[in-house]
């Protein structure tokens, strides 16, 4: 089975879990500029990797432009973001992925990082903005902490579900 791990990330955490996985499965590592309609037919498994920024997956547009190639393959989805509330969480998959493209089991929100000495003057100031019109003073609080939660234990159900789907290809039914 061919595979490849396409992931687009801005500081570094969506980078290092798909070296993680690119180790552990033994799969190269693309960028979306690198895989292009014709490359994405050579392959059987995909996973994508992404970081969210201000709600927004940063590989959003990539999948949208290639969905038509994409729903035919087996394909995973890693999401590294700051919130591990579901309710964001479903509202970052209703905003940011096609339709039908993939299923509950094959998308994993992992915990990212944030460390605001290493962010941008524009991206520090939007966290501040978004910080003050948050009402909660707890999620206020939060909002502005450093975090560093990008551990190589968050990829293990990727890894898991990445093997089953290889295993089920390999099967005598091929299911």
Excluded at 99 to 106: A, V
Aim: net charge positive.
């Amino acid at each position: 089975m061919k595979s490849v791990i396409v992931y687009k990330g801005k500081y570094g955490a969506t980078r290092q879990y798909a070296g993680w996985l690119g180790e552990a499965l033994h799969m190269p590592l693309k960028t979306p500029e690198e895989l292009q309609d014709a490359d994405i037919k050579m392959h059987d498994l995909i996973i994508a990797g992404s970081s969210v920024y201000i709600g927004r997956l940063l590989i959003r547009d990539w999948l949208k432009q290639h969905a038509g190639v994409l729903k035919n393959k087996k394909i995973l989805l890693f999401v590294v973001c700051g919130s591990n509330n579901p309710k964001d969480h479903e509202q970052i998959i209703k905003q940011n992925i096609p339709g039908g493209l993939f299923g509950p089991d094959n998308i994993f929100f992992l915990p990212g990082r944030l460390v605001q000495s290493r962010l941008s003057w524009k991206d520090r100031i939007m966290l501040n903005i978004g910080a003050m019109l948050v009402k909660d003073p707890e999620a206020r609080k939060f909002m502005r902490q450093d975090r560093d939660n990008v551990k190589i234990e968050n990829i293990s159900a990727v890894i898991s579900r990445s093997e089953s789907l290889r295993a089920a290809d390999h099967s005598p039914s091929g299911v």
